[in-house]
């Protein structure tokens, strides 16, 4: 049995229930003889993803969904074989080149390069260029974006390029400008009323404030307390996943003990996290979010650059402990110095 989430995705633009006006200018894009290259931002769970699959099929029809899961192999400057995870059909891949590190810019050439000098296997397909899906774009080093830049504009009649990612803000400007940028801001009854779960407005806002707007872990949030408490919701508790109640056990050992025994513990909560595949980006958000409460007004401004920082730093580096590492122990002389002052 599908999960909800996957269940209620939609599979064409014209099922798409909100943002109508946009999926209207994307189908009108996708009849028309001038296709751009897209840019989606917008949150986790906002419906980038479903978007890009239903721009797909509105392109090429049911063949976009015959995708399979494969592994290219690529070769940098030095000799260095690379293996990367992508996914595809006839008339388009989708890859994460961040994937790869610092070598993300050969994955972008070489991709890019490969779908644009191949043909079309069908010659009924509704256009004759193939599509490159770029996800976490705003993870690519500055060297992948410009190589981007230069590599999009040669093969722009063959082969366009649909980005997605979470923040424009660290996209370079020349790429913001040469795609159409669209931004998704983040339907929960239509879902319980086709399960015929009873859901009191209550219950719907609290899930809402859990998700903090993204659709996705809405869902399945209001499918695991359907599981739990049945089909008629409206006072009870909702079910946290447990990666955000470890996140905020974990705030909690930062504020309780700011000394290097309690770096070390908290070291390895944090491996726990990664090795979890939880995002670096949501761990620095969900720690902040839990650590800010706890401090002084004059030491927010602080943290909150600090988080930032780290948070900026672990995109350019390889390493994402050394930065939440380095973002912890910052945290902690900043916390312990304040309450040492408010001592005195």
């Known amino acids: 049995m599908a999960l909800w989430v996957d269940k209620y995705r939609p599979t064409q633009l014209s099922q798409l229930n909100y943002h109508r006006d946009l999926s209207q200018n994307l189908s009108e894009l996708v009849k028309g003889g001038n296709f751009p290259h ?24 049911n063949g976009a969904d015959n995708v399979r899961m494969e592994y290219r192999n690529f070769e940098t400057a ?14 388009h891949i989708e890859v994460t080149p961040s994937d790869v590190g610092i070598h993300d810019r050969v994955v972008v050439q070489e991709l890019i390069k490969h779908m644009a ?10 256009k004759s ?19 981007l830049r230069r590599t999009m504009e040669k093969y722009a009649g063959s082969c366009k390029i649909i980005m997605c990612c979470n923040s424009v803000s660290k996209i370079i400007e020349p790429l913001r400008s040469r795609s159409m940028v669209i931004r998704l801001k983040s339907c929960l009854r239509d879902a319980a009323l086709s399960e015929s779960v009873e859901i009191s407005d209550r219950f719907l806002d ?3 404030e859990r998700s903090n707007g993204n659709l996705r872990r809405g869902l399945l949030l209001l499918e695991s307390a359907a599981a739990q408490y049945g089909k008629k919701l409206d006072s009870q508790k909702v079910i946290e996943p447990d990666w955000q109640c470890y996140i905020r056990d974990t705030a909690g050992i930062i504020l309780k003990s700011c000394t290097s025994e309690g770096l070390l513990k908290v070291r390895t909560r944090l491996y726990d996290l990664l090795t979890r595949c939880i995002p670096t980006y949501v761990i620095f958000e969900e720690l902040l979010e ?16 600090s988080a930032a920082h ?15 590492d380095a973002f912890v122990a910052t945290f902690m002389a900043i916390y312990k110095n304040n309450q040492v002052l408010n001592n005195r």
């Open 38 to 61: 897209l840019l989606f931002y917008g949150p986790d769970g906002a419906g980038k993803s479903t978007r890009i699959r239903c721009i797909l099929k509105e392109l090429y029809g």
């Open 78 to 91: 030095s000799g260095r074989k690379l293996e990367l995870m992508v996914l595809s059909s006839l008339y």
């Open 117 to 126: 000098q191949s043909q079309q296997i069908d010659t009924q397909a509704q």
């Open 129 to 147: 260029f193939k599509v490159v899906i770029l996800m976490e774009a705003d993870t690519l080093s500055k060297d992948a974006q410009h190589a």
């Open 206 to 208: 609290a899930i809402a």
């Open 290 to 305: 839990a650590l800010l409460p706890h401090c002084d007004a004059t030491i927010r401004r602080h943290v909150i650059e």
């Open 310 to 324: 780290f948070e900026h730093t672990s995109v350019l580096g390889s390493k994402e402990i050394y930065h939440l």
